[in-house]
């Protein structure tokens, strides 16, 4: 009997990141099912992203992320990963993308850095942490005026 080591963390991102761009490309939040993601996230993963954003707070588990991406969706008309440097592919992966994004409360659009660090534990993704440089300008793109857009 041949005893398999789980993936590296690398593999695992990278798998992710590629069944991501196939869940956008299959319609994203809403349209496409998680079910192309599942796999590359262990059943209690733990999202945490900044409260001040519009989609801040902690989701846990496939039912959060799937609400997660939901609520991406409602934010963001348009987010597109630009370049994508892997930093690190330990245990604790660290990744830096450039993010391109539109917002569908105002039409603003922003490019910014952001910095994520990710547990991958028995070749599944345990746990997102990411940083962004600026969270106020985020949220002030991705909220209308009051009054409307």
Same mark, same amino acid.
Do not use: N
């Given at each position: 009997? &041949?005893?398999?080591?789980?993936? +590296?963390?690398?593999?695992?991102?990278?798998?992710? @990141?590629?069944?991501?761009?196939? @869940?956008?490309?299959?319609?994203?939040?809403?349209?496409?099912?998680? +079910?192309?993601?599942?796999?590359?996230?262990?059943?209690?993963?733990? !999202?945490? #992203?900044?409260?001040? !954003?519009? @989609?801040?707070?902690?989701?846990?588990?496939?039912?959060?992320?799937?609400?997660?991406?939901?609520?991406?969706?409602?934010?963001?008309?348009?987010?597109?990963?630009?370049? #994508?440097?892997? !930093?690190?592919?330990?245990?604790?992966?660290?990744?830096? &993308? #450039?993010?391109?994004?539109?917002?569908?409360?105002?039409?603003?659009?922003?490019?910014? %850095?952001?910095?994520?660090?990710?547990?991958? =534990?028995?070749? #599944?993704?345990?746990?997102?942490? %990411?940083?962004?440089?600026?969270?106020?300008?985020?949220? =002030?793109?991705?909220?209308?005026?009051?009054?409307?857009?």
């Amino acid at each position: 009997m &041949t005893m398999s080591s789980p993936p +590296d963390s690398l593999t695992v991102l990278t798998g992710m @990141y590629a069944a991501e761009a196939r @869940y956008l490309a299959a319609g994203g939040p809403g349209d496409a099912s998680f +079910d192309l993601l599942a796999p590359f996230f262990a059943p209690h993963v733990a !999202l945490y #992203q900044a409260d001040a !954003l519009p @989609y801040g707070g902690v989701w846990r588990g496939h039912a959060g992320m799937t609400r997660f991406f939901l609520r991406m969706g409602e934010v963001w008309e348009q987010f597109t990963m630009v370049d #994508q440097e892997f !930093l690190a592919t330990g245990e604790t992966a660290v990744v830096h &993308t #450039q993010i391109r994004a539109r917002a569908h409360a105002t039409g603003r659009e922003l490019s910014f %850095p952001l910095l994520q660090a990710i547990k991958v =534990e028995h070749g #599944q993704i345990t746990e997102v942490r %990411p940083f962004y440089w600026d969270t106020r300008a985020i949220a =002030e793109a991705c909220t209308a005026p009051a009054g409307g857009a």
